[in-house]
């Protein structure tokens, strides 16, 4: 017997036989987060009159600086079905490794650049050839790594921090501003604006997508998968590398303690900006948003009075809600 639907069915589901509040917690782009984005800023702004100035929101612009820059690149690499677990590690011996360039080079800035950039994609190459050359599965790849990486910052100096006193550096990455805006929201800025027009609109973009999405059709479409993985970890790497100058550069010292278990905030970030931990889908504006609902959320609990500990607690439930809403 044929199925017949009634002309009112028809009209409330949509093409694909998902309705209409599915389409908005589960399609392509969770607008749902959205919505939950902007009840969080009106109850946030109604509990205290400080959340809506321009002061706390550049606040939380900084706060989020780090999430945000390392998110957009692992939008990359959970695109393509993998995943990177060192990213805070690599932050740390990146910053280890710029601090002592110019400790012993002259005190020059453009020597710590380069050291911090090079050791995060160092780390970031490492990992994708592991993964795509050995067949061995991204997360043990990189629970090694962040592991090793984390070993080595501890051990290059015994644990101690590394004074910076490069006042170009300090203004490059961490204190200077433009038109009032803080040199750190400037870096997530352009840094977002790269990633959009990598992942959206050059061949490099469409690769990563028919990587994650459907490896073997991929492949026989003459993709080549393990240099488009590789890749993007390579990429991931780097803006760990990029994050750990804007936070040394603000601390004026290198610590190799810093930044344990950013990685879930990372990773919470890029799905709750609707990428799928199943690969093929994601963009980098959603992974922006996702940080943003995490840095916004921490900063109006604090000025609520909200004790850290149940801070936590609230922060990974809204999380585990979010991800299932967004699941696919």
Known sequence: ?????????????????????????????????????????????????????????????????????????????????????????????????ASLAMAFVANNWVVGAVAGLGTGALIGLINGVLTTRLEIPSFLVTLGTLSGARGLALMVTNTKPVIITNEHYFAIFGEGSVLG???????????????????????????????????????????????????????????AGLASLILSARSHAARPDVVQGMELDVIA?????????????????????????????NNGLVLLGVSSSLQLVIKGAIIVAAVAFTRR
Request: with cysteine; net charge positive.
């Open 1 to 97: 017997m044929t199925d017949t639907k009634s002309p009112e069915k028809a009209a409330v589901n949509p093409p694909g036989g998902r309705s209409a509040l599915q389409h908005l917690l589960q399609g392509e782009r969770p607008y749902m987060l959205y919505v939950a984005f902007a009840i969080m800023l009106i109850v946030f702004s109604l509990a205290s009159p400080w959340f809506l100035s321009i002061d706390n929101f550049l606040n939380i612009g900084r706060q989020t600086t780090l999430v945000s820059i390392i998110a957009v690149g692992m939008t990359f690499v959970i695109i393509s079905r993998q995943i990177d677990l060192s990213v805070a590690s690599t932050l740390a011996l990146s910053g280890m490794s």
């Open 181 to 239: 805006i803080p040199a750190p929201i400037l870096w997530t800025l352009g840094v977002t604006v790269a990633g959009i027009l990598l992942l959206h609109y050059s061949v490099y973009g469409r690769r990563v997508y028919a990587a994650g999405g459907n490896p073997t059709a991929a492949l026989y479409s003459g993709v080549h998968i393990k240099q488009v993985t590789t890749l993007a970890f390579v990429l991931t790497g780097t803006l």
């Open 269 to 297: 970030s890029v799905i709750l900006g609707g990428c799928s931990l199943f690969g093929g889908r994601g963009f980098v504006l959603g992974t922006l948003l996702g940080s943003l609902i995490i840095g916004t959320l």
